[in-house]
């Protein structure tokens, strides 16, 4: 059971440069959500889906665009990465936003921007 | 603004030990789940509480749905060096379609 798939697990970037985190679910679940994780942070909700073609912001967005175009994928796009965006980005999936559904996670990537 | 407090941040006790963790708001919630994520890996639930008042066990873990459903707590009895990991609480609200994610507490215990 692959569950929910992020790639890469490890990324160095330069400042300014652009970069694709993947995530991929092969649950058939409908919503979908990133988050980034930093030290004493805990998890800060980026961006989100409650299905295919319907994106929304959430805590943090800025600097960060999705797409859904297919209810597998839910790709992070970081137009021009800044310091500040260094950080373990985390994807996660269920099968509807429902009170009592569980969020399932990737294993996160480790973003580094120097 | 941080919507859901745990505390606290950090614990390290000795194994056999019991310990108390919570999880506080001012806001309700339609639910709270409970977390454990350990090192290079993402969040694994471990309990959905829907109900003011609602008690869920889990072996030696037990947790506590605040009658106002405003808090919850986790209780460990008789700790393991398994247990260590952070544990997150999150709390859901039926006015938006998110789920919010307290700081976390880091437990560590001691062999």
């Known amino acids: 059971n692959a569950g929910v798939t992020q790639t890469p697990k490890f990324q160095v970037l330069k400042t300014g440069q652009s970069m694709t985190l993947q995530c991929a679910q092969d649950?058939?679940?409908?919503?979908m959500s990133w988050y980034r994780q930093d030290p004493g942070m805990g998890l800060r909700l980026i961006h989100y889906?409650?299905?295919?073609?319907?994106?929304d912001q959430g805590e943090v967005p800025n600097g960060y665009n999705v797409s859904r175009s297919t209810t597998e994928d839910f790709p992070l796009r970081l137009l021009s990465a800044a310091p500040s965006q260094t950080s373990v980005y985390f994807c996660?999936?269920?099968?509807?936003?429902?009170?009592?559904?569980?969020?399932?996670f990737g294993d996160g990537t480790r973003l580094s921007i120097l | 603004t941080q919507l859901l407090e745990q505390s606290p941040q950090f614990l390290s006790i000795q194994e056999g030990e019991n310990l108390t963790v919570y999880c506080n708001s001012s806001?309700?919630?339609?639910?709270l789940q409970w977390y454990r994520q350990e090192p290079g890996e993402g969040p694994v639930l471990l309990v959905t509480?829907?109900?003011?008042?609602e008690v869920k066990k889990l072996k030696r873990l037990t947790f506590q749905f605040g009658d106002a459903r405003k808090d919850s707590s986790l209780h460990i009895t008789a700790a393991q060096p398994g247990d260590t990991g952070l544990y997150l609480c999150?709390?859901?609200?039926?006015?938006?379609?998110?789920?919010?994610f307290g700081k976390g507490t880091r437990l560590h215990i001691l062999p």
């Open positions: 996660a999936s269920s099968p509807v936003i429902r009170s009592n559904q569980p969020q399932h």
């Open positions: 649950m058939n679940h409908e919503y």
């Open positions: 889906s409650v299905g295919a073609g319907i994106t």
């Open positions: 806001s309700v919630f339609s639910s």
């Open positions: 509480v829907v109900t003011g008042g």
């Open positions: 999150a709390g859901y609200m039926n006015r938006d379609d998110k789920i919010i």
